[in-house]
T-cell receptor
Framework: SQTIHQWPATLVQPVGSPLSLECTVEGTSNPNLYWYRQAAGRGLQLLFYSIGIDQISSEVPQNLSASRPQDRQFILSSKKLLLSDSGFYLC??????????FGPGTRLTVL | DAKTTQPNSMESNEEEPVHLPCNHSTISGTDYIHWYRQLPSQGPEYVIHGLTSNVNNRMASLAIAEDRKSSTLILHRATLRDAAVYYCILGNDMRFGAGTRLTVKP
């Protein structure tokens, strides 16, 4: 069966510090991968999606970037965090443009 | 532009049926209708999907209008654990709207 892992579960970082969140998927090949962010009390905002290694589309221009160094690994990064980067970060996968399955999320607080 | 429209919130009593509506007037012929729900402090989870015919699974039922311009997620007997935000998504749209926040009263 397929599983999706995200870590860390929670993170507290100072403004201006770098960020690296990792997501891995097991049990499937060549999945579509997604990064979403959810600010407190708000809906999900699609940040990046990827249909293959090194094939990444950005939805919202910001100080975040994403990379997919391996088929089932998706990394979200920032060189300098802003206060507005605080939120609940969710990774998801799908087979083609079909049902998405979400990871447990990382709750990031930028102070 | 949002492809679907849902009420911001709904309330239900425990053990009563709940009908959550979704309008999608611009749906294309090949768009599947997906429903997800998000429990507090968790990521969204898949609930059900369909194309034209009504669908049932262990979690819910999906009723799709004949013209496919609307659909309704049906929870047959709401429980307190069904309190969540419910999202209706079309096809390969990866963008989640605000969804419907369902409150279940004991």
């Amino acid at each position: 069966s397929q599983t999706i892992h995200q870590w860390p579960a929670t993170l507290v970082q100072p403004v201006g510090s770098p960020l690296s969140l990792e997501c891995t998927v097991e049990g499937t090949s060549n999945p579509n991968l997604y990064w979403y962010r959810q600010a407190a009390g708000r809906g999900l905002q699609l940040l990046f999606y990827s249909i293959g290694i090194d094939q990444i589309s950005s939805e919202v221009p910001q100080n975040l970037s994403a990379s997919r160094p391996q088929d089932r690994q998706f990394i979200l990064s920032s060189k300098k965090l802003l206060l507005s980067d605080s939120g609940f970060y969710l990774c998801a996968w799908s087979v083609g443009a079909y049902t998405q399955y979400f990871g447990p999320g990382t709750r990031l607080t930028v102070l | 532009d949002a492809k679907t429209t849902q009420p911001n919130s709904m309330e239900s009593n425990e053990e009563e049926p709940v009908h959550l509506p979704c309008n999608h007037s611009t749906i294309s012929g090949t768009d599947y209708i997906h429903w997800y729900r998000q429990l507090p402090s968790q990521g969204p989870e898949y609930v059900i999907h369909g194309l034209t015919s009504n669908v049932n699974n262990r979690m819910a039922s999906l009723a799709i209008a004949e013209d496919r311009k609307s659909s309704t997620l049906i929870l047959h007997r709401a429980t307190l654990r069904d309190a969540a935000v419910y999202y209706c998504i079309l096809g390969n749209d990866m963008r989640f709207g605000a969804g419907t926040r369902l409150t279940v009263k004991p």
